[in-house]
């Protein structure tokens, strides 16, 4: 397995239409890094550039230390899983996965070998002499994962490869995807998403691109608790980061803004006293708002609008202010009669972030 770094790299389309641009990255080997982002951020387009299928505009690429801007995919030591399974239909499952290898000249023992060792990891055995038509999606999509396991590459590249499942076949083959990179600890493996839960269930690190560049990069926590800027904030995690405007009223290592609204939001944010009227954002996820009682300071004080009752949680939508999104509450349990009504909610500051300019004030 490899180490994978890329260098200042750029995709341009005929030299007008800029696509990447400063991706520097480095991924060691054993890790599983997600690529995640809002459709046309250039997720699907930056795991071709690895994989060769698309050229580097600019900047290089090295795998195990060697750069390979100019090496053929078929010698850069990468297996690619597809959206699409793209299985020969004519041919069993022990012949699909098979496949390159004859093509490779290797000997019947090496393959029946390989073919073997893959069908275990992936409970492909009692599959092998189907016809894809016989198998389920997830079955299929196996037998894809299969087949560049075979190979035995440096990297593994995985191109939104549940997104042609539904929903149940999706988490089922999402859970065999983590027990394969545990079967398979020193793997590298690169894989790209749009679903969140994939990303935060999956990745040992996740990769946020937006805006033709990396918006961050970290731990799945590190992202969801503290994220570098408003875009991560409220692209990751579902429904999304509410965000409150205000203005710091007091400093120090616990920093208290006064909301537009009327609230106050103490954070752990250090701040100094330079800080002191700074026109802020205060963040804070749905399901860390808790109700606050009467005598206690309520960082928002609404009416519930529209309520979702989802049994474990129930999702509360207030009536937003004039040109803003509405803030929304996750509360656990049932509280189907909140409708109509005015609640009080508070956080812990542990749990609340402080943007400027789209910054997070953790990070400066």
């Known amino acids: 397995m490899a180490d994978l770094k890329l260098k200042d790299v750029a995709k341009v389309y005929g030299g007008k239409v800029e ?27 930056l795991l071709r550039m690895i994989a060769g299928l698309e050229k580097i505009s600019s900047g290089t690429l090295e795998i195990d230390g060697m ?34 290898l004859k093509l490779a000249k290797k000997s019947k023992e ?48 995985f191109d939104e490869p549940l997104s042609n499942l539904d929903a149940a076949l999706r988490v089922a083959t999402r859970i ?77 290592p616990r920093t208290t803004v006064r909301l537009s609204g009327g609230g106050l939001a103490e954070a752990d944010v250090p701040t100094t006293e330079k800080d002191r009227g700074l026109q802020v954002n205060v963040g804070v996820r749905p399901e860390d708002l808790i109700a606050a009682a009467a005598e206690e300071p309520a960082l928002y004080e609404g009416t519930v609008d529209i309520l979702e009752a989802l049994g474990e949680v129930t999702v509360l939508y207030f009536v937003p202010e004039e040109g803003r999104d509405p803030v929304i509450a996750k509360l656990p349990g049932i509280h189907d009669n909140l409708r109509g009504n005015q609640v009080r909610l508070k956080a812990a500051p542990e749990k609340v972030q402080i943007f400027n300019n789209g910054r997070s004030l953790h990070y400066r």
């Open 19 to 45: 696509v990447l641009k400063n991706i520097d990255l480095e991924i060691t080997k054993g890790e599983l890094v997600v690529f995640v982002g809002p459709s046309g951020c250039g997720k699907s387009t």
């Open 67 to 100: 750069v390979v801007n100019d090496v053929p995919p078929s010698q850069r030591g990468i297996a690619m899983v597809f959206q699409s399974y793209a299985l020969y239909p004519h041919m069993t499952v022990r012949d699909n996965m098979s496949f390159a």
């Open 110 to 157: 090496e393959i029946e070998a390989a073919v073997g060792k893959a069908a275990r990891i992936l409970q492909l055995d009692p599959y092998l002499d189907r016809l894809p038509k016989e198998l389920s999606g997830g079955q299929r999509q196996r037998v894809a994962i299969g087949r560049s396991i075979v190979r035995d590459p440096k990297v593994y590249l």
């Open 176 to 252: 065999e995807i983590a027990k394969l990179k545990e079967q398979m600890p020193d793997s590298t493996m690169v894989y790209v998403t749009h679903d969140q839960v994939e990303a935060m269930t999956l990745a040992s690190r996740i990769v946020v691109l937006a805006n033709k560049g990396i918006a961050q990069v970290g731990t799945p926590l590190q992202l969801y608790e503290r994220p570098e800027n408003e875009f991560v904030a409220q692209f990751i995690g579902s429904p999304a980061m509410n965000l409150l405007p205000g203005e710091i009223v007091k400093t120090g």
